[in-house]
């Protein structure tokens, strides 16, 4: 990557981390579309970068918030979580060096999905689901966090159905996305395929979301949420179209 790349990764890594601070979900799936959209990184090597910065950005938001999250549901949902993105970890080299073109196919379809899922405000149920649905989810989410280092689609909207305030909602999000990002990088590094590179990017990015998040929850924009949604929805659904008709 040149200089100009690396600053065009550096503004989507800004934007997505404001997004994923605000709504709760959305940096995984905004930065390694629009990187793979670019073509700035191959998407291996974008969803290492986010399982970094996801760490990041979530362990900065759990700062003072520890309190809120609700164990129970973090640990059900990990159960699941981490032997499905071993999986995922698994599948994505299987696609990358085999069948690219299927690979950024699949990526466009979630994130057209998955961007479809911020158009919705679920129905919050009167009592919890069983605690095996925590895990199933957990497990479709970590096929996905493995693949793209985007997990949170089907948590997000798991949890908004249960009767739990929303402060604790998203600091237990935050809580299974750092479980998440550590348990895809020490996987990633069992494969050895977590290099150099990949750290010195990293690096170089993370005071970006560090600053981003802390700025967001202290000066958060008065946004009207549909209309935030809408708009990320929008973009979403043009990377994910573009990326499967391209």
């Known amino acids: 990557m040149d200089l100009p790349a690396y600053a065009v990764f550096l503004l989507i890594v800004a934007f997505g981390t404001w997004v994923q601070t605000t709504t709760g979900f959305a940096l995984g799936l905004i930065v390694v579309g629009t990187t793979a959209l670019f073509d700035l990184m191959p998407i291996p090597k974008v969803a290492m970068v986010m399982s970094l910065l996801g760490l990041a950005n979530a362990l900065a938001a759990l700062r003072g918030r520890t309190r809120e999250v609700r ?64 895990t199933a989810v957990g497990g479709f989410a970590g096929v996905l966090g493995g693949l793209f280092s985007a997990p949170g689609p089907a948590i997000v909207m798991h949890l908004y159905m249960q009767p739990i305030t929303v402060r604790a909602i998203q600091a237990t999000l935050y809580s299974i996305f750092a479980v998440t990002s550590f348990a895809r990088t020490c996987t990633v590094g069992w494969r050895g395929e977590l290099t150099a590179e990949i750290g010195a990017l990293a690096l170089i990015s993370m005071p970006v979301v560090l600053a981003c998040t802390v700025l967001t929850q202290r000066y958060p924009l008065q946004l009207n949420d549909a209309q935030l949604r809408r708009a990320v929805f929008a973009l979403l659904a043009i990377v994910g179209l573009t990326l499967m008709l391209g």
């Open 71 to 134: 164990w129970d549901v973090s640990l059900l949902c990990s159960a699941g979580l981490i032997p499905g993105l071993v999986f995922g970890v698994w599948l994505l080299g299987e696609l990358h060096d085999d069948a690219p073109r299927l690979l950024k196919l699949l990526l466009g379809a979630f994130l057209f999905l998955a961007g479809g899922t911020m158009m919705f405000r679920p129905r919050t149920h009167q009592s919890a689901s069983a605690g095996w649905t925590y």
